[in-house]
């Protein structure tokens, strides 16, 4: 019997899946692991979600299925929060539509949008599911390097005319997990330029708009003009809200890739949970006065993480945004190895970056998960073992 299929074949292994599997087992010898490989911070979701769900829990018409128009309210929420935070209107119903988190959306679009033979442009370093939506829907992935020559964008320019014209999807994530780069305002107007030309979908990866630092903010795609003719957009409460578990998010965008994307999550699952939706729309409708104290600790973080990392020698530029520090690793360290050495001797988890995407070979990647005073210590175990390398295997 076989069981597997060309597609799943395909699919590379699934990073994070790999570190909290050894990451169990170290937990069971007793081992006192810092975890800062998956972005999972220890943060507690806002009281008024909490409050919200155990209130929607307990009314019985919640517990009947959402399907894909869900929870109205929601709806409402969201295009109250976009008009807020962007100075943006969408319609809820035609350029709204709520998902069990933004993986939900992000992997199966290229499902809805993709044929065989057409090419969805995919950064590397970057987000596994862009790849494995792509492969599932059996549609070719152009890998497209982030470089730091280019401040880590997606270079557009470089392609092909004959790539350009098979293209039928890009998907750009700033501010950018891994390399927790931001998108100048010129870029991304010079991005949808190219993708209205070429008729291209630009899906735009958007989960880490609220955790930006310095006085630094985060545009969403709908603001560039012309946007709304090409893209659809994905959001998510996970890392702005502390509520990666509850699995909720949406997508924002041009009525058509609303309805395609939709049309197949109709057959795939049944909406997210009515009482998870009335918890994020109360979320969202105090999204301004829950942000900035998680903002404040992420870049509490952010720096704590930094100063600790140069005293051991690594050096990384504070971001602007997100909850990563993408750390170069010394000439010639290749980053699985570094990590699962990192895990096994000395129980830190981080990400290599090489697990993104060959093109992330040479960083890992470390997650601002847990607070200043682990992070110091995470650094000194790093420090440790950077000693026993600068002494040879
Ligand atoms: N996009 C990026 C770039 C991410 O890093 C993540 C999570 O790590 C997601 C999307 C998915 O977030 P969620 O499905 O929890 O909304």
Redesign the pocket.
């Known amino acids: 019997m076989r069981f597997s299929n060309a597609r799943s074949e395909q699919l590379p292994a699934y990073a994070v899946q790999r570190i909290a599997t050894a990451k169990r087992r170290l937990l069971g010898e007793g081992r006192d692991v810092i975890d800062l490989g ?3 911070a220890d943060l507690p979701p806002p009281s008024v979600a909490v409050s919200s769900l155990a209130t929607a829990a307990g009314d019985p018409r919640n517990s009947r299925y959402a399907f894909q128009t869900g929870l109205m309210a929601f709806r409402e929420s969201i295009v109250g929060y976009m008009r807020r935070r962007f100075a943006i209107t969408v319609d809820p119903v035609a350029e709204v539509l709520p ?6 959306g ?1 992997a199966h679009l290229p499902l809805a949008l993709l044929d065989p033979g057409d090419l969805c442009i995919i950064p590397e370093p ?2 596994s ?1 862009y790849l494995g939506g792509t492969i599932l829907a059996g549609a070719e992935p152009l890998i497209c390097p982030l470089r730091p020559e280019n401040e880590f964008l997606l270079d557009l320019e470089g392609l092909s005319a004959e790539q350009l014209r098979r293209a039928r999807l890009v998907i750009l ?1 700033y501010p ?2 891994p390399t927790a780069a931001v998108a100048p305002w010129d870029y991304l107007v010079h991005v949808v330029e190219l993708c209205r030309r070429h008729e291209i979908v630009l899906a735009y ?1 958007n ?2 708009c609220e955790i930006t630092f310095d006085g630094y903010r985060a545009p969403s795609i709908l603001e560039i003009p012309g946007a709304r003719e090409v893209a659809i957009e ?1 959001h ?4 702005s809200f502390g509520m ?1 578990g509850w ?3 949406w997508a924002a965008g041009r009525p058509e890739l609303i309805s395609a994307l939709l049309k197949v999550k109709q057959f795939l699952d049944t909406g997210p949970f009515l009482a998870i939706q009335h918890a994020a729309a109360a979320t969202l409708d105090v999204a301004e006065t829950l942000l900035p104290s998680i903002r404040e600790t992420f870049r509490e973080r952010r720096d704590a993480g930094v100063a600790a990392l140069a005293r051991v020698g690594m050096s990384v530029v504070p971001p602007k945004a997100t909850m990563y520090l993408w750390v170069p690793l010394r000439d010639g360290l290749a980053s699985w190895t570094f990590a699962e050495r990192l895990l096994e001797e000395e129980y830190v988890a981080v990400l290599p970056g090489a697990s993104l995407g060959a093109g992330g070979e040479g960083y890992i990647r470390i997650a601002l998960t847990v607070n200043a005073a682990r992070l110091e210590e995470a650094a000194t175990r790093i420090g440790r073992l950077l000693d026993r390398q600068g002494r040879g295997p």
């Not at 998510?236 to 890392?239: A, F, G, R, V």
């Open positions: 998956a972005g999972d998902l069990i988190g933004s993986k939900d992000l970057g987000y599911p994530n950018n997990n990866d989960p880490y994905f998510s409460l996970s890392k990666t699995r909720i998010g």
